[in-house]
């Protein structure tokens, strides 16, 4: 498994988790590892990448409560979550890739992607 996600459940708004993405070392070596959510029958969403080249960047709906991190000893990259709203409801994929710039926010700019982690606020 490359790309491996953990850390969903059911939580109440407010609250806090925290979701982990276990990589091989090849993809973890990649420039772009990112997070995307999805609601069934809406569009993947992207949610916070870090980006070797780039830095990290967010999505604004998240900006401010979510942050994303690498840890290079474990090959992991984590999404810290707090204040989670009965929005952030959704499956959370991470992925991998090297696309440039301009297509960061795009699922189309990742080719490796894990089987997705559920994440449920209730209100």
């Known amino acids: 498994v490359q790309l491996q996600a953990s850390g969903g459940g059911l939580v109440q708004a407010g609250s806090s988790l925290r979701l982990s993405c276990a990589a091989s070392?090849?993809?973890?070596?990649?420039?772009?590892i990112a997070w995307f959510r999805q609601v069934p029958g809406k569009e993947r969403e992207f949610v916070a990448v870090?980006?070797?080249?780039?830095?990290?960047h967010y999505a604004d709906s998240v900006r401010g409560r979510f942050t994303i991190s690498r840890d290079n000893a474990k090959n992991t990259v984590y999404l810290q979550m707090d204040s989670l709203k009965p929005e952030d409801t959704a499956v959370y994929l991470c992925?991998?890739?090297?696309?440039?710039?301009?297509?960061?926010?795009?699922?189309?700019?990742?080719?490796?992607w894990g089987q997705g982690t559920l994440v449920t606020v209730s209100s």
């Open positions: 992925a991998a890739g090297n696309t440039i710039y301009s297509n960061l926010r795009n699922p189309t700019g990742y080719d490796q």
């Open positions: 070392g090849r993809t973890f070596g990649r420039d772009n």
């Open positions: 870090t980006s070797r080249p780039r830095g990290t």
